[in-house]
């Protein structure tokens, strides 16, 4: 009896975890207070070059699902048909080549047809869009540290002031310090820092990603985006929303009133980057113009242009 339950537990154990895994994505896609409305997997998508990415997403699931379950359901009734019987002697089988081939060349085939089909929609997000002369765009860096992003806006000349890691200080409140923005620089006096993301709905958005200690991920549900941010290195992604936030997941009385109180789309670290990783959310209000203009000038009027005083968060 006892070498038979030890002989099951890794059966057990893979269909708990399978149980788990299902039961916890269905959770996830049925909390419509951080999702908006209901999906099974996924959060609505709001961001038109990443639509190929649900059909991959979908092709790919619904494999895999139909691959388990044949394997489970052939493990099953072997263990249940060759299962221990006196007398009953195993047989001895040294390999059968074709047999191999034709495993391999399956998984070969389907992964190949995987790939291609990726391509497409790999360079739709990937590769940055043609701005047209004339067209507003938004430009800003996010910054990852242990366990917050910070929002580098370039302020009113439009460009990003540099950042140095030796003017950076993990102990400091700052936010320049803690991600090291050069303020002695002409470009970095008057850029904005702030602790939420917000973005004018239908713009496109250049990001610079990077990070200032380990790795993070910077991972958007509602966009299908989601790219390491690596110190020491930049990587540029971009996206655009057909829909403001509030659409989408709608409005709360404790949202600002600025925003017309909407409620903001999930930003999540998908890297566990150390013990307060959990803790490394934020908001990204996608917004009118005119709103995300206000947003500007008040994260702008926190800003201290004259000499002495050390600037509020
Ligand atoms: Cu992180």
């Known amino acids: 009896m006892k070498n038979t339950l030890r002989r099951d537990k890794p059966l057990v154990f893979s269909l708990a ?11 996830h ?22 639509e190929q990415i649900d059909l991959l997403f979908n092709i790919i699931l619904y494999m895999t699902c139909a691959v388990c379950v044949a394997v489970f359901a052939v493990m099953l009734v072997f263990l249940f ?4 019987k006196p007398g009953r002697q195993g047989a001895f089988i040294s390999g059968n080549t074709r047999l191999e081939v034709v495993w391999t060349l399956i998984p ?18 990937k590769r940055q869009p043609e ?25 009113a000349d439009g460009k990003l002031g540099p950042r140095r890691f030796d003017l950076t200080d993990p102990q400091s409140s700052d936010p320049d310090e803690l991600i090291g923005l050069d303020r002695s620089h002409p470009d970095g006096r008057d850029d904005i820092i702030a602790p939420n993301m917000c973005i ?37 992604l971009w996206i655009e929303s057909t ?21 903001p789309f999930d930003i999540v670290c998908a890297e566990l980057c150390g013990q307060g990783h959990f803790k490394m959310r934020g908001k990204l209000y996608v917004v009118t113009r ?15 242009l004259g000499e002495d005083e050390d600037e509020g968060y």
């Open 290 to 304: 005119e709103q995300y203009e206000a947003f500007l000038e008040e994260e702008a009027s926190y800003l201290d």
């Open 17 to 27: 975890a399978l149980a788990t895994g299902l039961f916890t994505a269905h959770a």
């Open 131 to 155: 701005i047209s002369p004339g067209e507003d765009f938004v430009s800003l860096e996010i910054v990852g540290r242990q366990f917050q992003w910070f929002f580098h806006y370039p302020g």
């Open 243 to 263: 829909k403001t936030s509030a659409q989408v997941i709608g409005t709360s009385p404790d949202e600002p009133a600025m925003f017309s109180h909407a409620k």
């Open 108 to 125: 070969t085939v389907i992964l190949a047809l995987t790939a291609a089909f990726s391509q497409a929609t790999w360079s739709s997000i």
């Open 81 to 84: 048909k060759y299962r221990h």
């Open 200 to 236: 004018p709905v239908n713009t496109k958005t250049m990001i610079k990603l990077s990070s200032v200690d380990v790795l993070h991920s910077f991972f958007l549900p509602n966009f299908r985006i989601k790219q390491d941010a690596v110190p020491g290195l930049n990587g540029n």
């Open 29 to 50: 896609a049925q909390d419509r207070e951080t999702t908006g409305r209901f999906t099974w997997w996924l959060p609505e998508n709001v961001f038109p070059a990443a």
